[in-house]
């Protein structure tokens, strides 16, 4: 099952089917899924070990111990076929390919073990993001500009995604395929950010946790112009132009 969300006469309408087919692509979705997005930072371990030997210098002086995280507030909250608004003279915006977690009933204080049973299902989030100065604290006006946040094309539902720490994740500019990564790079598993994030917050139904982006390379750099899509196996793909704010 798939879950999506459009907007007809000045109504956001939830829907669902049993066929992409049906969703209408070539019109301008809602972000597949309504709830607060949290993002896990530093959760790849190609970026963590690009930056490993800074860990050890100050101000921070050591390794974080525990995810950590950032928000994406609902200003940034797009759907698949809105547009990537870029600022001028901010600097470098990048692509930020990751697993969106969608939850399904409340969490708190959940286990690993149990994480699972908490999760409504899967859909691909484009995490954009200036350039990053910290990684331990991540800022708020690299993270939370306007229209920073694709999310969709829908939901799907959990039991169609055997492993979700095992998923091929491709990134497209311009139908040039230029990234590849996979979930099977993430340091924190999704049943972990999920415990996590449950030890401290109670996550709420359509909820959704940025599992985690790679290393902001020039080749996830996006610029007006461009059309970026994000491809996750057995999932979909996430498509949107991007302009000039």
């Excluded at 049993?18 to 930072?41: C, F, H, Q, R, W």
């Excluded at 899967?122 to 100065?133: D, F, P, Q």
């Excluded at 940025?210 to 750099?221: C, D, F, K, N, V």
Aim: proline share 6%; with cysteine; glycine share 6%.
């Amino acid at each position: 099952m798939f879950h999506y969300r459009i907007k007809k006469s000045n109504e956001a309408l939830s829907l669902h089917t049993d066929a992409t087919l049906d969703v209408p692509l070539d019109e301008a979705l809602l972000p597949a899924s309504n709830g607060s997005v949290i993002g896990v930072a530093l959760n790849n371990k190609g970026l963590y070990q690009s930056l490993e030997a800074t860990f050890n210098e100050k101000p921070h002086v050591s390794p974080p111990k525990t995810p950590v995280l950032h928000i994406k507030t609902d200003n940034t909250h797009i759907g698949h076929g809105q547009a990537i608004q870029i600022p001028q003279d901010k600097g470098l915006v990048y692509a930020g390919p990751s697993l969106g977690i969608v939850i399904g009933k409340q969490a708190c204080r959940v286990s690993e073990e149990e994480a699972l049973e908490y999760v409504k299902g899967y859909t691909i989030v484009n995490e954009v993001s200036l350039a990053e100065t910290s990684f331990y604290r991540p800022a708020v006006k690299a993270k939370c500009r306007d229209t920073f946040c694709p999310i969709g094309p829908w939901v799907i539902e959990k039991s169609a995604v055997s492993n979700p720490n095992a998923l091929a994740i491709k990134t497209y500019i311009d139908d040039v395929l230029v990234h590849e990564t996979n979930t099977d790079q993430l340091i924190y598993s999704v049943e972990a950010v999920i415990s996590y994030i449950s030890g401290f917050m109670t996550l709420e139904v359509d909820d959704i946790i940025i599992a985690g982006t790679p290393e902001r390379t020039s080749s996830l750099e996006i610029k007006s112009g461009n059309s970026v899509s994000i491809n996750i196996e057995g999932i979909g793909c996430l498509t949107n132009p991007v302009t000039q704010a």
